[in-house]
Structure formats: C-alpha cells, structure tokens
C-alpha cells in the first residue's frame, strides 16, 4: 500500500501487553513504514517482542519526529504530554487512547464523584504514604517538570495539537469533545487485537462448554472495585463449588495484598488470585473453566478480557455507571448490570448463577465478530494509515 520512501510513521509506545499486537497489524496493512519508539536506555522488555523497537531519549525522539519523511506521530495511550510539544507543524498527531490516559484529563466530569466505590475508597484512605525519600524526589521532579517544561499547566494548549483521538469506544470521543470545548480532534475507530489473532487460544475454536467458576475484575487496580463485588456475590448468589478468579497480576502492589486477604476472608479456598503474568494461551485456556464475568469499573476498563469472555459464552455482568455497559447494548450485546447494592444486612433467597442460552451467546459472538474480526480491524488500520500519511 504504501513504501517506505514515501516517509514514515513514528509510533511512540511503551513495554506492554498489547504493543505487539498494533505493530502486527499496522506491518500487515503498511509494511517497512514504522518506526516504533519506547523511551530510556536499551534494555530487556517484559511484554514487548517486537524487534522493531528502538529506544530513544526525549532529544533523539524529537529529532527522528521532525525529520521531513516522518508524516505521522502515533501514541500508544498519552501518559505524558511533553512530546507534543516538540512535534513540527504538518505532521499528523494521533492518540489511540487506552482509558487511564484520558479519564482524568478530559472525562473527570462524567463521575464527580471519582471512580471508587465506598468500601473502595474507604480503603484507599487507609493506603500508607510512600516512603518518605521516594516521595520527596517524586515532588522535587514534579517541581522541576513544571518549572523547566511546564507540561501540566499547558495541557489544554498542548492536546490542541491532537489531530484523531481514538479513545477506546466512540462514545469517549463525543463525550470528550462535549465536556472540553477547546477538544476538537476527529475520530476514526481502532482497537487493539483481532478475534482470530489474539481472542482464541491457539487451536481453540468457540462453542466449547464453560465451567461454572466466576472471574472479578481484569488488574490490581482501584477503579476495579473488587471490595463491592465480593459482597455482592456473597450475599446474592450460591456459591457452593464455585471458584472466583481475580486477576491480579498487575497493578499497585498495596491493594492487590489487601484484596488477597479481603477474598481470602471471604471465600476461603474458593478465592483464586493470579498473581503472576500469564502467556496468553495459558490465561485463556484457564479462562475457560469461567462461565460468569463480573466487571465492576464506572469506566471503560477490561475490554480485552470481557471481549475474550463473550467470544467464550460467558455471561456478563457489569456496572451500569460505565461508558462500556451502555456502549455494549446498543451494539446488540447480551449483559447483565450488576444492581445497587441495597439491602446486604439483610437475608435474601440465594439465586442461582445461570449461564447465557445457546442464542444469547450466539448473539455476543455475533457482536465481537462485526467489531473485531480481522478483516474489520485491518479495514480500521487501513483507513488510519491512510489519514496518518495524508498532509494536515
């Protein structure tokens, strides 16, 4: 489509999970245009495979940005905006957002009242200070960033210069652009990972019988709001013989402890944390022994893991609050909202986990394969490319 003398696209990442996976795709429609860039000095990656990562320092970056054959800058989520403000006029900035890099800067809105449910946040309260010499060079830092570059006092004038912002569901974007008037970037759909490539274990196929087992959450984070979930499973479901999964292999280190003890206290033998990163086949096959999801974020978090989960026949549930929730319905998806949690101090009839019928799950199947399916995703990686070599 197009060759490597008509310019290149720089694509700032990071070492990640789902890096390798965008490389794949943007290499199979575009091929010798990419030049992915992870920040700091040459070292061993944890997640990312690739072997065309360069590393680069801020200085050398900016200069491989603004030579004439590069036409595009593409950031794998936008943690720090300083970039930005070094990337010449004419060249196209594109921002495939993953969640935490936008919520607070443009979505805060949406949940006054912060992401964390009240046994969550109650929780978070009691979370030590850091140690007292980290936390004084973390502020020394800040201090000198926002005197030397000041990056957090220009946000609103430095993510002008976003051209697409391709948040992780569109309805991000428009809720983006209606919170921030000065937020005017177009949007081109894209997501990462395939059904065939990255959804099914390698030989596994779809229709084969769930287990009966539960999985909470997707990472060892707050937002996750393990602490309303355990007790709402406790008090509304028979749990007799059920395991429940908690991914937990990533994250702050605190909270995952203070989870481990929480499930732990609560379901004894039956809690299973994962505390260490699986390859994928591995998590996925050990994914299938759980027939029900529990997803209880106010954001947009864990799509790969509920994508992977519908495509399985699982049943779904989530917190209404989130953007996700809604957005999965009006695509035709079967899901269940997780209720209020009214009325815990008092007994109810345990119900009894029922899994999604043949139809239902047919129906979730349906909906990933029109959003997900290879063809689909390289038709979206096409029409990026496309944009990101076209002249602002």
Aim: with cysteine; net charge positive; proline share 5%.
């Amino acid at each position: 489509m197009h060759s490597s003398d008509l310019g290149y696209i720089v694509h700032i990442t990071h070492d990640d999970k789902f890096i390798d996976m965008a490389l794949r795709e943007f290499e199979a429609v575009a091929p010798g245009i990419h030049k992915p860039v992870i920040f700091g000095k040459q070292r061993s990656l944890r997640y990312v495979k690739s072997k065309s990562v360069c590393f680069h320092t801020l200085t050398s970056a900016k200069t491989l940005i603004n030579l004439p054959d590069c036409k595009a800058v593409v950031f794998h989520a936008m943690p720090d905006l300083t970039l930005l403000a070094h990337i010449s006029i004419g060249k196209q900035v594109i921002w495939l957002g993953w969640g935490y890099d936008y919520y607070d800067r443009l979505l805060s809105g949406v949940f006054p009242e912060g992401l964390y449910q009240a046994r969550t946040r109650q929780l978070m309260h009691q979370r030590p200070a850091p140690n007292p010499i980290r936390w004084a060079a973390r502020k020394v830092k800040t201090v000198l960033k926002l005197i030397l570059r000041r990056a957090e006092r220009q946000d609103v004038k430095l993510l002008t210069r976003v051209d697409i912002f391709s948040p992780v569901i569109d309805v991000e974007h428009k809720m983006a652009c209606e919170l921030n008037a000065w937020f005017k970037p177009h949007y081109v759909t894209w997501n990462y990972g395939t059904l065939e490539d990255d959804m099914l274990a390698e030989g596994q196929s779809c229709g084969v019988p769930l287990g009966p087992h539960i999985l909470v959450g997707n990472s060892a984070s707050f937002e996750n709001n393990h602490l309303e979930i355990f007790e709402y499973l406790a008090h509304n479901f028979d749990l007799t013989g059920v395991k429940i999964y908690v991914p937990l292999s990533y994250g702050d280190d605190w909270y995952k402890d203070q989870i481990i003890a929480a499930g732990r206290a609560k379901f004894g033998d039956q809690f299973v944390p994962l505390t260490d990163f699986m390859a994928k086949d591995a998590y996925i096959n050990l994914l299938q022994s759980c027939g029900h999801v529990f997803m209880n974020h106010l954001r947009q978090q864990a799509l790969g893991n509920i994508c992977i989960m519908m495509l399985k026949g699982a049943k779904l549930y989530m917190n209404p609050a989130s953007p996700l929730y809604r957005w999965l319905l009006d695509k035709g998806a079967v899901v269940q909202a997780i209720a209020e949690p009214i009325g815990l101090n008092h007994p109810t009839p345990k119900q009894t986990l029922i899994p999604l019928t043949q139809s239902e799950q047919d129906q979730n199947y349906s909906m990933i394969q029109a959003h997900w399916g290879r063809d689909q995703q390289r038709h979206k990686t096409r029409q990026l490319i496309n944009l990101a070599m076209s002249t602002v």
